[in-house]
């Protein structure tokens, strides 16, 4: 995915969708939301992850217990 797909994706389904918004802490957090189902629920995130690419950095996401 070209990080400027990314991030129109995101400002159309985040930031213009759940908008006007109180504070930039309310955002953060839709961010912060966002990014976690991108990364765990979307079905671009798991075609990613059946692919074993990793964007090309060699860096490997581990997660906390």
């Not at 759940?18 to 955002?27: K, N, T």
């Not at 189902?37 to 979307?42: A, D, I, K, L, P």
């Not at 964007?55 to 906390?64: E, H």
Request: net charge neutral.
């Amino acid at each position: 995915v070209c990080s400027s797909d990314l991030i129109g994706l995101f400002k159309a389904e985040v930031i213009h969708r759940r908008g006007p918004w109180r504070s930039f802490e309310a955002v953060e957090y839709a961010t912060l939301e966002w990014v976690d189902w991108f990364m765990s629920g979307c079905p671009l995130s798991r075609k990613r992850a059946s692919s074993g690419s990793d964007g090309g950095s060699g860096a490997v996401m581990s997660q906390a217990s």
